[in-house]
């Protein structure tokens, strides 16, 4: 069982206590972690601070080269990070090696965004009083930026954030979840063999409770971006006053399956939408809403999908679906499918057998909040308003989908569902790394994705001088 501390400056550092990492399908022991407490985040961000300046005075070609050369490291050690992944968060082996990879992309992405980070001429003389001027706008870093990232994506979610705000020249202290350190250490380790300047990451593992405010709420911290649960987003963007913030927050992602889609290939990607990660995923299909005169046929097809499924242990090979996070959010999940009427299979001390619920009422928990779990509803509707009416129902609005063969109505949906992202043909699951990502409502504010991310993490200035 390995040992690591926390990353502050460039080097490892003690914290206040030590947490035993877990594999969540049998509560093995995997490693030993440093926490931090209020001294070492406060000690994190001075280290941030001073790494910024630092940032700052580097050209856009070094910063790519720092983001490429990570990546060459991360892809030599993607076998280590693939079973360090599965292991501390239970996913299965072959997701861990997509996320890999996924997390490879995101680097080569914040890259080439590095490189292409610019500002604009500003037609000064459109006014009268602009005329015989000349302007333009720089984006420049904002400073040291908080990251606080989830459990269930511990590699690529942190580059989501790590990637961009380096990229565009700013400062990371990064707070993983308790839960999933050990990649977060691991990823640090390849920055800094990469050049990455010391403190310019700085990773700080521990309680949310202590950890997060002592981040938000400090003077040095010019930005939080976070990636977690809506109350805790609410509650941290209370702290953040007038710091730029971008919340990336929970969702129940909806599809409508319409009568002329292809049921058999909808119900095919509903079933892994819904249940890849134990539907541990914040886009992950939680409510299908099927035209009534196929919602049988579509409900049995995606119950025989979900139940050829392989579960097991995360890192065997064959392995589709393994456990949650903890025995606590498992038994959470089973309750919230008792309350709506379904039966729970429990396998495992965080195990659940995938569900299909069908005809659920929209009031209840597993379908009207955050399920995040290995369960789906199916419930049918009769006209495409009345199925839109019910996404936007909602107080979430993240991402959702539509299944049809008719264009017209496909892009009726996508105009009319209030979400941050629409897919046709496919599941709201869906996300390439380049892609703008975020939601509306309470699924937070702000956009990830490299460019839009450097465009939250950077800000605007005006240069202006007379040319007669």
């Known amino acids: 069982m390995n040992e690591y501390g926390l990353w502050i400056g460039g080097a490892e550092a003690k914290g206040v206590s030590q947490r035993t990492v877990r594999v969540p399908f049998d509560d093995a022991a995997f490693a030993r972690v440093e926490e931090a407490g209020e001294e070492q985040a406060a000690a994190a961000v001075e280290a941030a601070r001073g790494a910024a300046a630092v940032m700052w005075e580097m050209t856009r070609a070094q910063r790519s080269a720092i983001l490429r050369g990570t990546r060459e490291r991360l892809l030599a050690a993607r076998e280590e990070f693939a079973v360090t992944i599965a292991s501390e968060s239970g996913k299965p082996l072959r997701e861990a090696r997509t996320e890999v990879d996924r997390g490879a992309a995101t680097l080569l992405f914040s890259s080439e965004e590095a490189d292409r980070l610019a500002g604009e001429e500003v037609p000064m003389d459109a006014a009268a009083n602009g005329a015989g001027k000349m302007a333009m706008v720089v984006r420049e870093p904002v400073g040291v930026i908080a990251a606080i990232t989830p ?13 961009p705000a380096l990229g565009a020249g700013n400062a990371v202290v990064h707070k993983p979840a308790s839960a999933t350190p050990v990649t977060a250490l691991l990823l640090a380790r390849l920055f ?12 700080i593992p521990g309680p949310g409770a202590v950890v997060g405010p002592a981040l938000v709420k400090h003077e040095a911290v010019a930005m939080v971006t976070f990636t ?4 805790v987003g609410l509650e941290l963007r209370g702290m953040t006053g007038l710091k730029k913030t971008t919340l990336e927050l929970g ?18 990607r509903c079933a892994m939408g819904a249940v890849a990660n134990s539907g541990q995923v914040c886009i992950s299909v939680q409510r299908i809403f099927v035209e009534a005169n196929v919602a049988d046929r579509f409900a049995e097809a995606l119950t025989v999908a979900v139940g050829r499924l392989q579960m097991g242990h995360p890192l065997d090979e064959g392995t589709e679906v393994s456990s949650l996070i903890n025995a606590a959010e498992a038994e959470r999940v089973a309750a919230w499918i008792g309350e709506a009427g379904g039966a729970v299979k429990k396998t495992g001390l965080a195990t659940l057998m995938p569900t299909v619920l069908r005809d659920v009422a929209e009031t209840a928990r597993v379908f009207a ?22 996404v936007n129902a909602s107080v979430y609005g993240l991402q959702a989908s539509i299944f049809t063969r008719d264009l017209a109505a496909a892009f009726r949906a996508a105009r009319r569902v209030h979400v941050g992202g629409f897919l046709i043909n496919d599941v709201p699951q869906f996300r390439a790394d380049q892609m703008p990502y975020g939601g509306v409502k ?27």
């Open 151 to 163: 459990f269930n994506f511990p590699l690529n979610l942190a580059l989501h954030k790590i990637g």
């Open 369 to 390: 909040d955050e399920a995040f779990g290995p369960v789906v509803s199916v419930n049918r509707y009769t006209e495409l308003d009345e199925a839109i009416g019910r």
């Open 228 to 231: 977690g649960s809506a109350a």
């Open 251 to 268: 969702s129940n992602s909806a599809v409508i399956v319409a009568a002329d889609a292809d049921i058999e290939d909808a119900a095919r």
């Open 442 to 468: 309470q699924s937070g504010t702000g956009r990830e994705g490299p460019r839009y991310a450097m465009e939250e993490m950077t800000e605007r200035k005006l240069i202006c001088w007379p040319v007669s």
């Open 192 to 203: 800094a063999a990469a050049g990455l300047p010391a403190g310019a990451l700085n990773v």
